[in-house]
């Protein structure tokens, strides 16, 4: 079997990816999930709280309205804290002899990031109900064969349950 147009996206895939968490560097990459997980999870903490405060106080705005306001609020003052503290950081890191650990870190995040895409892809490859030149390149595929034999078709059910 030959490389063909699907393992070459793949390939493509991680090698983007590779480079992307590279320039981008370890301290920036898990500053960038952990911007989204603390404001998410901000959000979500501190919505009720902020809303019951605006309620009492601001009584011309339907409360519906305030909930979505402080929702946002929340939200972006985490996001743009939190993106703050990650750009300090990533400038400290920059000037330090770590830099070259952090490039090194940002590789592995970013590969950890194409794995993720290309499981994805893979799946929805799998899902689709192909047929033709589509369905020939797929079972053509070393990458998505690779995928069907140790991923897809393992039996889930006889891994222990925690």
Known sequence: MELNWIDF???IIF???AFWGAFIGLIKGLFNIATWVVAII?????????TTILIKNIAAIH???LKVSAAIAIFLSFFII???IGATFHKMVKKSPLNTLNRVGGVGIGLIKAILLNILLLIILTLLPVKGNLYNAKQQSLIWNFYYDHIHSKNWESIPKL
Request: net charge positive; hydrophobic share 60%; glycine share 4%.
């Open 15 to 17: 090698a983007v990816f």
């Open 42 to 50: 901000g959000a979500w903490v501190l919505t009720t709280p902020l």
């Open 63 to 65: 409360p519906l309205a």
């Open 9 to 11: 996206t793949v390939l």
């Open 82 to 84: 939190t993106k703050i």
